[in-house]
């Protein structure tokens, strides 16, 4: 059975940092392209950062240059490092993991307000 389950979310006052983490099982997980998606309310799911299996990362403008997207194949986990957050990040993460099939995890609540 394959689970992706996220961690590490919370409330932090803008300018804060959190640190996402993404738990996979039942997956090859080094072989995935593995994915964090956002979704607030009244919006779609957005891509924020991807992470192929050879290690490439992309990510959306919004968040270029204070997220860092990584992955630890020997502990089939992956990272969101987020810094400098801003009220504007407050949404759901979503762990995302794609070979040919495609999974997804529940979902971490991150709230950015003072």
């Known amino acids: 059975q394959v689970q992706l389950v996220e961690s590490g979310g919370g409330l932090v006052q803008p300018g804060g940092s959190l640190r996402l983490t993404c738990a996979a099982s039942?997956?090859?997980?080094?072989?995935?392209?593995m994915r964090w998606y956002r979704q607030s309310p009244g919006n779609q799911r957005d891509l924020v950062a991807r992470i192929t299996s050879s290690g490439s990362t992309t990510y959306a403008d919004s968040v270029k240059g204070r997220f860092t997207v990584s992955r630890d194949n020997a502990e089939n986990t992956m990272y969101l490092q987020m810094n400098n957050l801003k009220p504007e990040d407050t949404a759901i993460y979503y762990c995302?993991?794609?070979?040919?099939?495609?999974?997804w995890g529940r979902g971490t609540q991150v709230t950015v307000s003072s």
């Open positions: 039942g997956i090859t997980f080094r072989r995935y392209t």
């Open positions: 995302n993991g794609f070979l040919i099939s495609e999974y």
